[in-house]
């Protein structure tokens, strides 16, 4: 535990003092690394947690375009503001910061914290998710190569008892999370007991209002896909569905058919659409979270047996219709390819099953008219909404929750900015 620490405090001291222009150079590199080995870290990913290779080819050119944002941009993110009175904002690094990070983006959300990190100039100490330790090993040859150094960026391969003495350590000055809510708090505790700043991006039980005026089909197709990528396994999956009950049942017969397409299969297998489940206990939770719903009066229209495939834990394309409050498959997230559909009267019930959650990641709004829909995304209470496409992050744009689902903010300015010291300067 105690060498990737010393190496990374070690290092701020150097990178802080590089010039934008070559953390930018390093970045860049970064970029052509992961490009280069985009079939190699994708089949790492699909070893260790099930993504299909196709998605995690993807997943790496993400990364690579996050490296490549900030490399173009970073400078000017951060660069001095004049203020009244001869007055000067800087920003500063922090220092080194300390990255818990989830399984199921193994890559992505490495890369999406720190891109801006590293721009910024400060350094990381990557405590990964056990199950993919061989992608955070590979993240660290990528860095380590891409800025000739391998002080930048460490990683720690400890268990969870351990990281409370990391974010105690005076050398972390800052602490990134991605994951579970109830994990999250106890993160943000030590991290507030510690006084050390904290980014959480945490749980998402992320709501699709479908109103009465929406393409259907357009719906449908972008619904399953939102529900479905990595296995459903994602805090910005869509989850519940609340549909105008005009069109709700037009709309259940589409998704059930876009659903039954993603057949689980070899993940390695460039045809596969449907990886396994990372971990047999999360599969089983959600199979328990589907019969829990059914016998509260949920009809299940499709899927909803556990599979074993290739001795891996699959779970099928599940949908279940006439969900509502009190049940499982509404009130708690689902984690897994399972669709939870409701019947709501109009956009303004929609609104209101929309924010009784507690969680408020993301959202989206499928309607013809681009005024209604702008009203009705204003009114949800959510960190993100898309209008007629699925919710995703982009490096161009601020990603984070509200309520249960964290604090702070990732990407765009405001995500580079969140591990800096504004520094006011007057004369």
Known sequence: MTEPLAAVAAGFVELRDLPF???????????????????????????EMGKPVTQGIAEVAKCASACRFYAD??????APQELDEGATLLHQPLGPVLAIMPWNFPFWQVFRFAAPALMAGNTILLKHASNVSGCATAIVEVMSKAFGRDDFLQAVFVSGKDVEPLIADPRIRAVTFTGSTDVGRAVAAAAGRHLKKSVLELGGSDPYLVLDDADLDHAAKTCAAARMVNAGQSCIAAKRFLVAEDIYQDFLDLLKQEMAHCQPGDPLDPATKLGFMAKRSLRDELHAQVTDSVKAGAR???GGEPLELL??????PTLLAGVGPGMRAFDE??????????AVHDEFEAIHWANQSSFG???AVFSKDERKARRVAAQLDTGTVAINSQVVSDPRFPFGGVKDSGWGRELGEHGIREFVNVKTVRV
């Open 333 to 342: 997230e689902t984690f897994g390819p399972v669709a939870a559909v409701m």
């Open 21 to 47: 222009s070559q953390r930018a150079a390093g970045l860049r590199r970064a970029a052509d690394l992961l490009e280069e080995g985009k079939e190699e870290f994708a089949r790492w990913m699909a070893r």
């Open 73 to 78: 941009r970073g400078e000017a993110m951060l």
């Open 361 to 363: 990641l993301g959202a």
């Open 300 to 302: 299940l229209l499709l």
């Open 311 to 316: 001795g891996k834990p699959y779970y099928p």
